[in-house]
Each structure stands twice: as C-alpha cells, then as structure tokens.
C-alpha cells in the first residue's frame, strides 16, 4: 500500500464565511481571494470502516492540503458558491489510471475527465482541472475510468455550492447514500455475481455518509435542508421519514421555481433531490430514515423498509428558522416546437447466453467503444426521447449540460433521469457548451458494459 501522501500547503487555509452543510468534511481552500477556489486532491489506497471496528482497504480521496490525512469514504466535500473559479491540483496515488469527472458541473469539455474529454491520470500522474461553478445545487466527483470499480471502492465524493437564494433553516445536510457487499469480516466483498453485472453491484450495507447506520442530533420542530445522492453501482434508494411528507425543493441542477411534496422520492444512482423537512416529535423521541423497496425490475427481492439512519431529537431550535417560504429557483421551460430536432435512444440488454458470459447493455443497438459519436450545433435545444426497451429501468445520465423532463409536471433542471422498464422519457436539452461528451446509464455495470454513448457538441 502507497504511504500517505501529503502536499505541501501553497498558502494560508482562510474560512470564507461559507458555512459546511453537515456531512463529509470540506476540502481546505488555500485561496484567500474571495471568489476563486484552490483546493489539492490525492486519491489513493486507504482504510476505511464499513463496519465499525473492522476497517477494509479502500481507495478514497484525500485532502492534499491536510498533513497527514489518510482518506475518507466518501471523500472530502468540494465547497463553493455560485460564481467561484475552481482549481483543483489532483494527484493520481492509485496503482491505476483514473480521472475526476465533476458530475453535474458545467466544466469545459476537456475538463471533465470522461473517457472521451482526458487522457487518465496514470499512476503517479497529476493533473489540473479549471472550471467556474455556474450554477448552485448539490453535484458530486467521481472517475470515470473502470467506474464500476473505482466508485465501489470508496472513490466518491459530494460537491455543494451555494446560492444567492440561500434560506434559513435549522441544519443543512448533505447525505450522500450508498451501499456496499461486505464480508463479516469488513473487507469489500471481491465477489462479483451474475446477478451484480445484470443489475449494478448489489450491497448489503447501507451508508450513509460511509456509515453504517449513523445517528444525528436534529432539534425538534426544526426545519432541515437535506441534499440526498445516490452513489451506488446499481440500487435504487426509496427514501421516506415516516410520520413526515416531504417537500422536494431541487433536482439535480438545483432549486425548482415550484416545490413539490410527496411520501418518499426514488432516488435513482447519479441523481440528487434536494428536501426541506419540518421535524415532527419532540425532545427524546428518535425519527428513523428508511428505504423503501423499489420495484426497478429483475425480480429484485422486496426487503420491506430498510434503515439508513436515525435522528435522536434535542430541544426545539431557539429562534425556528421556518418562517421564510421555501426557496425557489429561476427556471423558463425551454422552447420546444415542432421544428425542435428530435433523436431517439433505445436502451436495450442481452442477458449471457452462457453462464460465465457477461451480460450487453446497448444505444441504439451500439455498445461503447464502438458508437456512432453524434453531432448537435452549439446553443441548440434537441428533444431526445429515451425509450426503455428493457426489463429493467436505467437511469440516462448526459454530461456537460442539464435538460427538464417533458410530459411531466415538475419543471426542473436535471442531468440524470431513471428511465422506467418497457417505457419512453422525453427530455428537452439545451446544448450550449461545446466539446465532446459522454451519455450512459449511471448503473455503473451497464455503462461499462456498453450503455455509454458519445456526443459532440458544436
Ligand atoms: Cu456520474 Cu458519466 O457520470
Ligand atoms: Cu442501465
């Protein structure tokens, strides 16, 4: 295992009086000027405790501005504001080649660490990314090399960068969830069954936050801002507070123009929903988030509800902050015409024909690397219609851009929609920066199984 690497501070870390969601630490910013970002990435071979007292080897991101810091799961949060540029000096401590690719950020295209927009970052290797958050919202960073792989073991991270529109509330958290197959010993589970590669690597740990079942203080009565992320391979999170609705505020590319409310939100691998939670209960009473079974095809197994995490309640907030309405986004739904260019995506599957086979996934009967790469002008909107031919559904993930959902009722910004079994979405996408990049289903198995497109923008 690679000794801990630790980069040497190029400046004086300063707080600029963005407060941290709670939740995965943020990375150390050693820029002191107030709109630009500096922070140094190391990802590298670690240990982590999946289960408490039986720490596994991981590989996980480490804050190269932290003497000694040793990596965490998922790794430090990327933490900035609307408008920030952002220098990231990553360093590639890995026996292999990876990348980051800023999931959700409208980086330029030769930023953005996909397999098509960077050559890796080989063992050993360094690199520079530079980008400006251009929007707020809840977004993460993960490889895109053998992500699959990479991701399951450890190699995640959430980024969260604030608004002009930030509300008051009583906690803001960022909850970023996951599962992993363990063995009872702690170590990941070198397994890989049939059954992973059909439908993404099924866990039989819940994280939240790269824990087991953690518990939160929470005040009663408070009002909460929580930003959820789906991070696993392949599991579908259901996620609901019993006793509570829940007021969805954001989607992926951030807040909606009208908030909605629903009993549990799926949350599909790569999207995020951004809730805002009045607590019910009081002082000594302890609330249980769960999930939900979700049927997303196969057969899985109903497990019933699942516990992701408690909140033991302390006293009520001194000063409640739920007196300001919600928060609402800015948001014109795109213009579509019947002139509008439309493309159609058939997602399709092919189970082995023998045992030992690995399953197909396919794009309009393509499997990736050999696709036809498209083409669309810059600044051009497209309707793309993403039909589900499978038996199970796949979550269709575009870089680079956001697109709303058509034919349904909430308008918001997303990057990443489950694309429900036997079923078609339609999706409006605004292509307004060029370079080439990649769409796939964010089941990790099936992008590196041939659900992974190319595009080229301008
Ligand atoms: Cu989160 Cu192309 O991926
Ligand atoms: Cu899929």
């Not at 063992?123 to 960073?141: L, V």
């Not at 599962?179 to 049939?194: F, N, Q, R």
């Amino acid at each position: 295992m690679a000794a801990p690497v630790v980069l040497a501070c190029n400046g004086e870390a300063r707080t600029k009086a963005l407060e941290a969601p709670l939740g995965p630490v943020p990375l150390v910013d050693v820029d002191p000027d107030p709109d630009a970002i500096e922070v140094s990435i190391v990802a590298a071979p670690g240990r982590w405790a999946f289960l408490p007292g039986k720490p596994a080897d991981v590989w996980s991101y480490r804050d190269g501005n932290v003497d000694g810091d040793e990596g965490r799961v998922p790794g430090p949060m990327l933490l900035g504001k609307l408008g920030d540029r952002v220098t990231v000096h990553f360093r590639n401590e890995l026996p292999e080649p990876t990348t980051l690719h800023w999931h959700g950020i409208k980086v330029p295209a030769l930023h953005d660490g996909s397999n098509v927009s960077q050559m890796a970052v080989d063992p050993g290797e360094s690199f520079t990314y530079e980008f400006t958050f251009t929007e707020a919202g809840t977004f993460w960073f993960h490889p895109h090399l053998s992500a699959d792989e990479q991701i399951e073991r450890g190699l995640y991270a959430p980024i969260v960068v604030r608004g002009e529109d930030d509300i008051a509330v009583d906690a803001d958290r960022m909850l970023v969830l996951d599962d992993v197959k363990v063995e009872s010993s702690g170590v990941l589970s070198p397994t890989i069954t049939g059954l992973d590669l059909m439908v993404g690597r099924q866990g039989n740990v819940l994280l939240v936050n790269g824990e087991r079942l953690p518990r939160f203080e929470a005040a009663a009565g408070g009002r909460e801002r929580w930003r959820l992320l789906n991070t696993a391979n392949g599991t579908y999170f259901n996620v609901g507070l019993p006793g509570h609705r829940l007021r969805v505020i954001g989607l992926d590319g951030g807040l909606l123009p009208e908030p909605y409310e629903v009993d549990a939100v799926v949350i599909a691998p790569g999207e995020r929903y951004e809730l805002l939670v009045e607590l019910g209960g009081v002082e000594g009473d302890t609330l249980e988030l769960q999930t939900q079974h979700y049927d997303r095809g196969h057969d899985l197994p109903d497990q019933g509800p699942r516990p992701l995490a408690t909140f033991a309640l302390t006293a009520p907030p001194a000063s409640p902050a739920n007196q300001s309405p919600a928060p609402r986004g800015q948001i014109d739904p795109l213009p579509v015409t019947a002139d509008t260019p439309r493309r159609s995506f058939t997602l399709s599957e092919q189970e082995p024909a023998n045992p030992g086979d690995e399953p197909r996934f396919f794009i309009n009967d393509e499997a990736y690397p050999d696709v036809t790469r498209l083409v669309v002008g810059t600044d051009e909107v497209e309707v793309w219609e993403i039909v589900n031919d499978a038996e199970m559904d796949h979550p269709f993930h575009l870089h680079g851009t956001f697109f709303q959902v058509l034919d349904q009722p909430h308008l918001g910004w997303k990057d990443t929609v489950n694309v429900p079994r036997k079923s078609t979405v339609r999706i409006a996408v605004d292509f307004d920066n060029p370079g080439l990049w990649m769409y796939h289903c964010h089941i990790l198995e099936h992008a590196e199984r041939g659900m992974m497109g190319i595009l080229q923008v301008g």
